[in-house]
C-alpha cells in the first residue's frame, strides 16, 4: 500500500543522510564534473563509475567518517567496501571509467581540473587523493 511505499522511502532517505554526515560525498561528486562533459554521461553514470574507487579510498585512507558509519552498521571497513561494491554488481551497474571512454593516461588531465571545495570532503588530502580515486575507477 502507499503508507508502506511512503514508509520506506523515509527511511531510506533517513539513512541516506546518515551516510552524507558521516562519510561525505563532495569529492566524488566534483570529479563527476569534470568527467561528464569529457564523455558525454550523466551525473549518475560518473558518480557510480567512480564509486568503486572512493570507497577504496575511504579504506585505504583510514577516513574517521568511513570507520565510523562501518562500525554503526557493525562492519569493518573493508567488509562494508565489499559489500557496496557486490550490490553494485548485483544491480548490474558495476561499471567503471574505461566503460565511459575515460583511458588511464586522461588521470592527470582529469585531476588537475577538479574544482571547488574540495576541503569539505573529509577524505581530500590533495592532488594525489583525486589520482588515487580515479586511478582505482578503472
Known amino acids: 500500500n502507499d503508507f508502506n511505499s511512503m514508509q520506506k522511502v523515509a527511511i531510506s532517505s533517513t539513512l541516506m543522510g546518515l551516510n552524507l554526515a558521516y562519510s561525505s560525498t563532495c569529492l566524488p561528486h566534483r570529479i563527476q564534473y569534470v568527467i561528464g562533459p569529457m564523455t558525454g554521461t550523466s551525473h549518475a553514470q560518473g558518480l557510480i563509475a567512480l564509486y568503486k574507487g572512493w570507497i577504496y ?4 585512507k583510514n577516513i574517521k567518517e568511513f570507520v565510523e558509519l562501518s562500525k554503526d552498521l557493525q562492519l569493518t571497513p573493508e567488509s562494508f567496501a565489499e559489500k557496496i561494491i557486490s550490490l553494485k554488481e548485483k ?4 561499471y567503471s571509467l574505461s ?3 575515460i583511458e588511464t593516461n586522461q588521470v592527470e588531465i582529469i585531476s588537475t581540473k577538479v574544482s571547488g571545495n ?3 570532503d573529509p577524505s581530500y588530502k590533495d592532488i594525489n587523493s583525486i589520482k588515487h580515486i580515479l586511478n582505482n575507477s578503472f
Open 91 to 94: 544491480l548490474k551497474i558495476n
Open 118 to 120: 574540495l576541503l569539505a
Open 99 to 101: 566503460d565511459l571512454g
Open 57 to 60: 579510498h575511504l579504506v585505504n
